[in-house]
């Protein structure tokens, strides 16, 4: 069983600073967040530990991101068919992210791809799932800002 704790002001600015670039090295962790690096090590094994940091990712280069299209697709679904919707969502390679929402729609799917061309395939094929009654689509014309 996983013991819960709490975070403190600098497990925040750590997790932050991770968020930011996770192959920061500790010594600049550190320097950063005015401890010691063995303070960065062993934080980071306490937050792995206890759950809190699951993993470490790929962030691709605003470069290749600028000439993506991203879209947020609202998806109303048979509710008894919900866990294979999504399931069938998972399968498509541009859709990065399914969320569980409030309201007439019951989940929002992030989409990325190439071009409008492969926004519509993606969207013809969520609209062909068995359960999905119904999408609405609002296409992504720049981020202010994004703290993945």
Not at 28 to 47: D, F, I, N, P, S
Not at 111 to 139: F, H, K, M, N, R
Request: charged content about 25%; aromatic content about 4%; overall charge positive.
């Amino acid at each position: 069983m996983q013991r819960v704790f709490q975070l403190d002001e600098k497990d925040r600015q750590l997790i932050a600073l991770l968020r930011e670039d996770a192959r920061t090295p500790t010594a600049a962790l550190a320097r950063t967040l005015g401890v010691a690096r063995m303070t960065v090590v062993e934080r980071l094994k306490r937050l792995e530990k206890g759950g809190i940091i699951a993993g470490y990712t790929v962030r691709l280069s605003e470069e290749v991101l600028r000439g993506r299209m991203k879209v947020h697709a609202l998806l109303r679904a048979d509710p008894k068919k919900g866990d294979a919707v999504v399931q069938a969502l998972h399968k498509i390679t541009q859709v990065r992210a399914v969320f569980s929402i409030s309201g007439i729609f019951g989940y929002m799917a992030l989409i990325e791809a190439e071009s409008t061309g492969e926004i519509d395939t993606v969207l013809d094929a969520i609209g062909s799932i068995p359960g999905v009654e119904g999408t609405q689509s609002s296409i992504v014309l720049s981020t202010k800002f994004d703290r993945h």
